[in-house]
């Protein structure tokens, strides 16, 4: 069963707005981690969130992971067309003791920026 | 300067056929992995190998079988393909766990089947 929800599912904002994404789990996460997918471009890396609390920013995005690390926002201000896209939101389902990461993700969001 | 790199990017093909798809990472990483994307865009995990070595193998059809003849590559290839089969296929990459990555995965750009 998906362990990642997504909201909203799809955001048409007007440039210039402010949005934000929710990704929430049920169980605790070891790591919250958001991509960006752009058609033909796979999935560019944005952020990990890895402490209660934590909050990181690059240019216009914010990601914030909550104090029970079970809920993850990623806000955008002042979005641009070049922010269009679909974001996914990934986590850690367990420890990663093995060799690899397992990470499970989001349905995604589709992000959608008018002129 | 492509750091994972996957080909083809768009593979048609018909019901029945096998095909495979390639992977390569010039990253120095020991972790490959596939990933499926289904037409509702969600992500699941399918295999991962470690220097070789398969580390998961989720619930995925035998009719994939993951082949790593390097810890540099990791190509997949489908046995009598379903229409189910239809999806991207992205493949990735990562460091050991613990070894202070802080872009955990790398992902390739994707590979678009559809089988007709």
Not at chain 1, 40 to 56: P, R, Y
Not at chain 2, 41 to 52: A, D, G, P, V
Not at chain 2, 58 to 69: G, L
Request: hydrophobic content about 30%; proline content about 3%; aromatic content about 10%.
């Amino acid at each position: 069963s998906q362990e990642l929800e997504q909201s909203p599912q799809s955001l048409i904002v007007q440039e210039g707005k402010n949005l934000t994404i929710n990704c929430t789990s049920s169980k605790t996460l070891y790591g919250l981690y958001w991509y960006k997918q752009k058609y033909g471009e796979g999935l560019i890396f944005l952020m990990m969130l890895q402490k209660g609390g934590e909050e990181k920013s690059h240019e216009k995005i914010t990601a914030k992971l909550d104090e029970k690390k079970q809920q993850s926002s990623l806000h955008i201000t002042a979005s641009q067309p070049s922010h269009a896209g679909i974001y996914l939101c990934g986590a850690d389902r367990v420890y990663s003791g093995a060799g690899s990461y397992q990470l499970t993700f989001g349905k995604g969001t589709k992000l959608s920026v008018i002129p | 300067d492509t750091a994972v790199s996957q080909t083809p990017k768009y593979l048609v093909t018909q019901m029945g056929n096998d095909k495979s798809i390639k992977c390569e990472q010039n990253l120095g990483h020991d972790t490959m992995y596939w990933y499926k994307q289904d037409s509702k865009k969600f992500l699941k995990i399918m295999f991962s190998y470690n220097n070789k070595e398969l580390i998961i193998n989720e619930t995925v059809p035998n009719r994939f079988s993951p082949k790593s003849p390097d810890k540099a590559h990791l190509n997949l290839h489908i046995n009598s393909l379903e229409l189910g089969d239809s999806a991207v296929y992205f493949c990735a990459s990562s460091q050991v766990p613990g070894q202070g990555a802080t872009e955990k995965l790398f992902f390739g750009s994707g590979t678009q089947l559809s089988v007709l």
